[in-house]
Each structure stands twice: as C-alpha cells, then as structure tokens.
C-alpha cells in the first residue's frame, strides 16, 4: 500500500530526473532521438550530404594564399569577422593554417576587418 502510494506521488521514476540508464547530461535517451540514421539518402527523408568540398589551394596550383589579396580572404572571414573553420571553407589543415596566418597579417596592415562596426 505504501509503496503504491509513492508511486502515484512520484509518478513512475527511476533514479535521479525521472531517466533511466546512463548517459546523464541534457537530453533524453537514445529512444527520443529520432531518426539520425547515417546514409545519405534524401528520398527517405534522411539527412544528404552535398558534394565533398575540396581545398581551392590544392585544386589550383596557381592561386596562392597571400595576405595582399584581400578579396580572396574574405572568402574564409564571416560577416562578423570571425575566421570561417576547415569544415566549412573545405581547406585542407596546410592551407587553413596559411590562410588563418594571411587573415592576421591582413588584419594588422588593415585590409581586412577585425570586428564589424555595430550601428545602435
């Protein structure tokens, strides 16, 4: 009887935040995920994946990564000035460390911003 009416008081909880098994932290189980299955299939209503991006440097041996060309730079800072990352811009891990290095210097001789102004 006692044990019933705890379970009516508390409701059907096991352990700590009402959760069961491990894990901890934010969020639910595994059960209240959804489907995050892997693939790349859209028809199904899973997640694509677009084409593989590839590093602009690595593609064309000509272009060179240079502090001076402010144009090509900005295509790596976003609107915020914050340098885009690897993931994103698809450089390879030498040619982000030169561009992030191109951005700097870019940034000290002011051809490109740090920050954005912020109008109020």
């Given at each position: 009887m006692a044990n019933s009416r705890l379970e009516?008081?508390?409701?059907?909880?096991?352990?700590?935040?009402?959760?069961?098994?491990?894990?901890?932290?934010?969020?639910?189980?595994?059960?209240?995920?959804?489907?995050?299955?892997?693939?790349?299939?859209?028809?199904?209503?899973?997640?694509?994946?677009?084409?593989?991006?590839?590093?602009?440097?690595?593609?064309d041996n000509n272009l060179?990564?240079?502090?001076?060309?402010?144009?090509?730079?900005?295509y790596f800072v976003t609107e915020r000035g914050k340098i885009v990352p690897?993931?994103?811009?698809?450089n390879c891990a030498r040619h982000q460390r030169e561009v992030a290095t191109a951005i700097k210097r870019g940034r000290n001789v002011a051809l490109l911003p740090y920050t954005v102004m912020q109008h109020s």
């Open positions: 009516m008081a508390f409701g059907d909880r096991a352990g700590a935040g009402g959760r069961t098994g491990g894990g901890g932290g934010r969020g639910g189980g595994r059960e209240d995920r959804g489907d995050r299955g892997g693939g790349g299939d859209m028809d199904r209503g899973g997640r694509g994946f677009g084409r593989r991006k590839v590093c602009r440097y690595c593609a060179k990564v240079d502090y001076k060309n402010a144009a090509d730079l900005k690897r993931r994103i811009s698809g």
